[in-house]
């Protein structure tokens, strides 16, 4: 079953940066789609990013557009979210996730790594 670990969170000033790393546990990784995916308190989980397998095609919510970059290397099963400008409001869990479906839902979604704090202070 595939594993997903996230790292890299922490706390930045707005305006700063972060990047975040998803290490997956097996080569069959590079058949899914990743997303990444945040949720904080009282809110539902919403999506951030997603990849497709080759990498060829990438998915941002708009508020994010233009501020984070969403990577991936097969050959060494991870996904990378490089997070600048950064602003309070992006404040989260940031959780990486991975499916063999076409979508950014996370419904669809069968692989959940445990999620990383990102907190952006103004």
């Known amino acids: 079953q595939l594993q997903l670990v996230e790292s890299g969170g922490g706390q930045v000033q707005a305006g700063g940066s972060l990047r975040l790393s998803c290490v997956a546990s097996?080569?069959?990784?590079?058949?899914?789609?990743i997303a990444w995916f945040r949720q904080s308190p009282g809110k539902e989980r919403e999506f951030v990013a997603a990849?497709?397998?080759?990498?060829?095609?990438?998915y941002y919510r708009d508020s994010v557009k233009g501020r984070f970059t969403i990577s991936r290397d097969n050959a060494e099963n991870t996904v990378a979210l490089q997070m600048n400008s950064l602003k309070p409001e992006d404040t989260a869990v940031y959780y990486c996730a991975a499916t063999s479906s076409n979508t950014n839902a996370p419904t669809y979604y069968n692989y959940w790594g445990q999620g990383t704090q990102v907190t952006v202070s103004s």
């Open positions: 097996e080569r069959s990784f590079s058949n899914y789609r």
């Open positions: 990849i497709t397998p080759s990498g060829g095609t990438k």
